[in-house]
C-alpha cells in the first residue's frame, strides 16, 4: 500500500487542521492506521492509532481529547482532525500502516510496515 499525507500548515494556537491520508493499492481496510509525529531533534512519537474497522482507537497521553483519529474504509483514507492545538505540537505528522490487522493495534514505530511521506504542521503561539 502507498500512503499520501497531507492537510499540514500553518496554525495559531487554539487553531485547528485535519490531516488526510490517502492510501492506493491494497484494500485499505485490511490495515491498521497510526499517526506519529517527529520535531526536530526528537525521536518519531506515537500520536494515534485505529483499527481496521475503527472499531478500536487509542491515542497519546499528550492527544487525547484534543485529537480525534477517523477512517473511511470505503474512500481509502484516514483522518485526523486537530483541535486546540499547541506549540508542542509542531512536528512534521506521519501516517502509517500495519498489514497484521488480524492482531492488536499497535503504539510503536515498529509495528507499522508502510509510512507517508509526511506532512509538516506548525503551531505559532
Known amino acids: 500500500v502507498q500512503l499520501q499525507a497531507s492537510g499540514g500548515g500553518l496554525v495559531q494556537a487554539g487553531g485547528s487542521l485535519r490531516l488526510s491520508c490517502a492510501a492506493s493499492g491494497r484494500t485499505f481496510r485490511s490495515y491498521h492506521m497510526g499517526w506519529f509525529r517527529q520535531a526536530p531533534g526528537k525521536e518519531r512519537e506515537f500520536v494515534a492509532a485505529i483499527g481496521w474497522n475503527g472499531g478500536i482507537k487509542y491515542y497519546a497521553d499528550s492527544v487525547k481529547g484534543r485529537f480525534t483519529i477517523s477512517r473511511d474504509n470505503a474512500k481509502n483514507t484516514g483522518f485526523l482532525q486537530m483541535n486546540s492545538l499547541k506549540p508542542e505540537d509542531t512536528a512534521v505528522y506521519y501516517c502509517?500502516?500495519?498489514?497484521?490487522?488480524?492482531?492488536?493495534?499497535?503504539?510503536?514505530?515498529?509495528?507499522?510496515?508502510?509510512w507517508g511521506q509526511g506532512t509538516q504542521v506548525t503551531v505559532s503561539s
Open positions: 502509517a500502516a500495519d498489514q497484521n490487522y488480524q492482531f492488536a493495534l499497535k503504539r510503536t514505530t515498529g509495528g507499522y510496515d508502510y
